[in-house]
């Protein structure tokens, strides 16, 4: 997926996995009249002409294309939604859910700074490396699985 004015108004391509991939299927395929595989909505995507501007994938009422706030509200109200079914906290944001993210991403590839960095549109390291900082409960359980022990147990 091509994300055209990402946070910075930079752009960036970002994988997605099968799952979302399904997910933007169904959502896409009303849209243009298809079945809602793959396969069928990437067949029904108009390319349009090279000057025209890209289709937004998230429109509007009017079918334009979806302001910053308009999105912001769409997530406050999926997360009311998926907190009411116990699925996550309530307090949950945007902000959180891309931190949970990142955290999830670097517990499964530990280190990997630059792909993560490369997913969320940072063009510094430095600003990546806030999501790789341990806990202190991290921490400790890393010092307790030493084999460095006073009473040489």
Not at 1 to 16: D, H, Q
Not at 55 to 66: A, F, M, N
Request: charge should be positive.
């Amino acid at each position: 997926m091509i994300v055209r004015s990402g946070k910075g108004n930079k752009a960036r391509t970002v994988p997605l996995n099968a799952s979302a991939r399904q997910a933007l299927a169904a959502y896409l395929a009303p849209r243009f009249g298809c079945e809602s595989t793959i396969k069928a909505v990437a067949a029904a995507w108009p390319l349009g002409k090279r000057e025209a501007a890209p289709l937004p994938l998230w429109q509007s009422q009017k079918r334009g294309r979806l302001t910053t706030s308009a999105m912001r509200q769409m997530i406050d109200i999926l997360v009311r939604d998926a907190s009411t079914r116990g699925l996550i906290p309530a307090q949950a944001s945007a902000h959180t859910l891309r931190h949970t993210f990142t955290h999830n991403y670097l517990t499964q590839h530990p280190g990997d700074i630059v792909g993560l960095a490369t997913l969320l549109g940072h063009t510094s390291l430095d600003t990546t490396r806030i999501y790789s900082q341990p806990t202190v409960e991290q921490l400790t359980m890393r010092v307790e699985g030493l084999r460095q022990n006073a009473y040489g147990e």
